[in-house]
């Protein structure tokens, strides 16, 4: 009987014998079991040789087996040549990934470039402002240095940027070479598995070699055999036996096919992880990214409330500057109105003393009178001569102080200007900024459809592999009944050969009583090598269940691996899922403050366009007040003049007195009014006051 070891394995069960207890209990049940430790000489020779057409017809079945053994170990072959195929595949699928990741390593090299060369241009930037900032006032020195300094720290933080760039290049380059090693690995285990398949071809060739041999002891077991009937049943058993053990080689060959496909979608599931983990990696980087320029976002945040708040304090100051101004105007405005009084007052004086004077030589004796007026009103010349030096002083700090005041405005128009500029760099960076995040945000898209293409692969692949697990439930069911069919089958076959033995040596006894001792031995010793025929038979079942065992563990094995990959792979995408919900959730943030930004633009837009007008006219209104103001006190002079010039001769010395007046006020006014360049300066101070004036105020109502 031809046994193939690469019949699938089955465990027995507890309670049935097993086959070689079977062959011991016949063996010791036989009546001749006491003999078997005497060996007799072999060489006398068996008294039955075969004959020659029993011999050819052995010779062709032994022909016909081999071509069979022959085109299953070439089919065998065939199959294996395809796993190498399959295998190179593979192995130039993973050279196209890692020409991917250089690729992807060359791109990013790009972008540091890119990145350098901006950088350069910053710097030409940096010193073409320099220039600028040389030719400028004298005044504006000091911001130029601070400017330059903040635009040194701007550079510091690239540069930081930068390193941070090349720090994650080479973080990607070290797992860009991880990735190498661990295809060296895939590669190292696809040897392996090549190696286990010329193991297997190898085994075959044994099982082919075993086959024979238990042909050969069959064709012996048959010549040994005597009647017709026994010759055909045992052919019968024979052909069933090929034909079970053809079956089982079938459903062997089977189960290995599944097991290599099962090799292949591990190796799949394996490069699936692979780009996951890739996927994983990029979706890291760029998460890094996102969260490098909301950091950089934050901090221009900082910087835009802090130059808001240095607005504030810049109308705060400006304010304060008006008030002290107006303050400075009703002091000049009451200072004049004095010097108006005390100059009547001294025309009135002089006038009285040319009298006294006059009527010194008519009045002789008022002159003791005189005397004492005139030491009162030398006494008040000099209080008047004194409260005239300190109104001159206080017109001179007035001066000094409008002087100030027009310093203070231009330092604080030069700095309004920086600050517009500086606010057109921000938004200059924020346009830039949302540029790089709805680029990354295109990028995170990608990265999500790539994963969701490796989740669609993967749940194929379970599917496939549910699939071959039910295909191989329901081989094990098969085997386990050719199994049972087969046990019984041996059964039944140790059965007739302890008869056929029993009924041999029945017939020997009765038909040759005469016979010697030679022929019993003969057929002892064929009994013997049949037993042991039989044994080594169900040893080599044994075996194969041995070998059946060790499938079933490694499919348990295989599917405890399958189930770690599956729950690995369902965390994978629940942390992609969660970094999908950030990313929109920041989109929608950045989007919705890009829109708030926008909207105050437009707001300070339209201010600026509709507010200018309205404060050059408050601008203008003031001057002309106060020209009024001082018409309307000199009409009022002028009518309580006449009404006096009616009453008294003296008054009209005193309406001579107020033309004089006039005439010094004109000339005071005059002296104080430049020359036309300096009004030409005025009037653009005006015009950049009142600007300033109208951006303070939009700053004002934005915060409101």
């Known amino acids: ?32 079991s006491s003999s078997l430790n005497s060996k007799p000489s072999v060489d006398r020779g068996s008294p039955r040789l075969a004959t020659p057409s029993e011999k050819s017809q052995t010779r062709i079945g032994k022909g016909s087996e081999l071509q069979a053994q022959l085109n299953s170990v070439q089919d065998d072959l065939k199959k294996a040549k395809e796993q190498i ?44 402002e320099k220039f600028r900032s040389v030719e400028l006032e ?7 240095h601070m400017k330059d300094k903040e635009w040194l720290n701007e550079i510091r933080s690239i540069r930081k940027q930068h390193a941070s760039d090349a720090a994650v290049l080479c973080s990607t380059i070290e797992e860009l070479e991880r990735v190498k090693q661990e295809l060296a690995m895939v590669c190292d285990a696809k040897n392996q598995a090549l190696n286990h398949a010329d193991d297997a071809t190898k085994i075959a060739e044994i099982h082919a070699e075993e086959v024979e041999f238990l042909s050969a002891e069959l064709a012996q077991l048959k010549s ?21 053990i053809e079956s089982l080689k079938q459903q062997l060959e089977e189960a290995m096919t599944y097991e290599e496909m099962l090799l292949e979608k591990e190796a799949l599931i394996e490069q699936l992880n692979i780009e ?8 890291l980087y760029a998460l890094n990214i996102v969260e490098e320029w909301k950091k950089r976002f934050k901090e221009l945040q900082m910087q835009i409330a802090e130059e808001k708040k240095l607005e504030r304090s810049s109308t705060e100051s400006l304010d304060t500057v008006m008030e002290q ?40 004796h008022c002159i003791n009178i005189a005397k004492e007026e005139t030491n009162e009103v030398t006494k008040l010349v000099e209080s008047l001569k004194f409260e005239l030096e300190t109104a001159k002083e206080e017109n001179t700090r007035a001066l000094n102080n409008e002087k100030l005041a027009a310093s203070s405005v231009q330092t604080l128009l030069e700095e309004k200007t920086k600050l517009v500029d500086e606010l057109e760099n921000l938004r200059d960076e924020m346009e830039k900024s949302k540029k790089e995040m709805e680029s990354l945000a295109s990028a995170l898209n990608q990265v999500s459809a790539e994963a969701r ?61 005469n016979s010697g001792r030679k022929d019993e031995n003969s057929s002892r010793e064929k009994e013997i090598s049949r037993l042991e025929s039989l044994e080594e038979a169900e040893s080599e079942v044994i075996y194969l269940q041995e070998d059946l065992r060790e499938v079933q ?42 829109k708030l930004l926008e909207e105050a633009t437009m707001k300070k837009q339209r201010e600026e366009n509709d507010e200018p007008s309205n404060c050059e006219k408050d601008f203008n209104l003031q001057p002309k007040a106060a020209v009024e103001e001082s018409k309307e006190n000199r009409h009022g002079s002028k009518e309580n003049r006449k009404t006096k010039h009616n009453k008294d001769d003296s008054k009209k010395v005193e309406f001579n007195m107020l033309e004089s007046c006039k005439i010094e006020n004109k000339e005071f006014f005059r002296e104080r009014e430049p020359a036309s360049k300096k009004k030409q300066q005025q009037k653009k101070k005006n015009a950049l006051l009142s600007k300033f004036v109208s951006l303070l105020k939009k700053g004002s109502n934005n915060q409101k």
Do not use: W
């Open 1 to 32: 009987m031809s046994i193939d070891r690469r019949s699938p394995k089955v465990e027995p069960e507890p309670g049935s014998p097993s086959p070689l207890q079977a062959t011991r209990h016949s063996v010791d049940r036989s009546p001749r």
């Open 85 to 128: 195929s399959s295998i190179e595949k593979e192995k130039a699928q993973a050279i196209d990934d890692l020409k991917e990741a250089r690729k992807a390593a060359d791109e990013a090299n790009e972008k540091l470039r890119e990145a350098l060369f901006g950088q350069k241009r910053a710097e030409e930037s940096l010193e073409i």
């Open 138 to 144: 004298e005044a504006g020195i000091e911001a130029a």
């Open 224 to 244: 040994l055999i005597d009647s017709e009937k026994e010759t055909n049943e045992n052919r019968k058993m024979v052909t069933k036996c090929k034909q079970e």
């Open 276 to 283: 996951l983990e890739a996927a994983r990696i990029a979706e």
């Open 325 to 364: 101004l107006e303050n400075n105007d009703k002091s000049l405005i009451d200072a004049k109105s004095e010097m108006t009084a005390l100059k009547e007052k001294v025309g009135f004086l002089e006038v009285t003393i040319s009298k006294q004077i006059g009527d010194l030589v008519e009045s002789e």
């Open 453 to 513: 293409e490796a989740k669609e692969k993967l749940l194929s692949s379970e599917k496939e592999h549910v699939n071959y697990k039910t295909k191989l439930e329901e081989l094990r069911s098969v085997l386990k009944a050719t199994k049972e069919k087969y046990e019984t089958m041996l059964d039944n076959a140790q059965k007739e050969i302890d008869h056929l033995t029993s009924a041999f040596e029945q017939s020997k006894n009765t038909e040759y009583p």
């Open 553 to 594: 563990t490694e499919s348990i094995e295989l599917k405890a691996s399958l189930l770690n990959k599956e729950t690995e792979l369902q965390s994978v995408v629940r942390e992609n899922e969660e970094l999908q919900a950030r990313e929109a959730a920041s989109l929608k943030k950045d989007e919705e403050l890009s």
